[in-house]
Nanobody, 122 residues
Framework: QVQLVESGGGLVQAGGSLRLSCAAS????????MGWYRQAPGKQRELVAT????????NYADSVKGRFTISRDNAKNTVYLQMNSLKPEDTAVYYC???????????????WGQGTQVTVSS
């Protein structure tokens, strides 16, 4: 199985920056996508950014375009989220997500990290 471990959350003032990291480990045959979602209190989990392994294309939520950047280190099975110009409304638990196969012949499964808290103070 694939395990995802996030790091890099914390408390930051509005206008500041944080960088999240997520490393995939365990039994990994292939990773199709890696990305980030977030969930604020009382709200549904929403897409923040995703990165497709094949071709390297990325996708961002409109609310973070121009402020957040997703990047990958495929050799390390790691995805990063550089968050700049943070706003109080970015406060949420951020979850790493991967679409991956654990072994040859496996189906593509969805994996989630445990989440890391990002709090932006005004």
């Amino acid at each position: 199985q694939v395990q995802l471990v996030e790091s890099g959350g914390g408390l930051v003032q509005a206008g500041g920056s944080l960088r999240l990291s997520c490393a995939a480990s365990g039994t990994i045959f292939s990773i199709n996508n890696m990305g980030w979602y977030r969930q604020a209190p009382g709200k549904q989990r929403e897409l923040v950014a995703t990165s497709i392994t094949s071709g390297g294309s990325t996708n961002y939520a409109d609310s973070v375009k121009g402020r957040f950047t997703i990047s990958r280190d495929n050799a390390k099975n790691t995805v990063y989220l550089q968050m700049n110009s943070l706003k109080p409304e970015d406060t949420a638990v951020y979850y790493c997500n991967a679409l991956a196969k654990a072994y040859w012949g496996d189906i593509v499964r969805t994996y989630w990290g445990q989440g890391t808290q990002v709090t932006v103070s005004s």
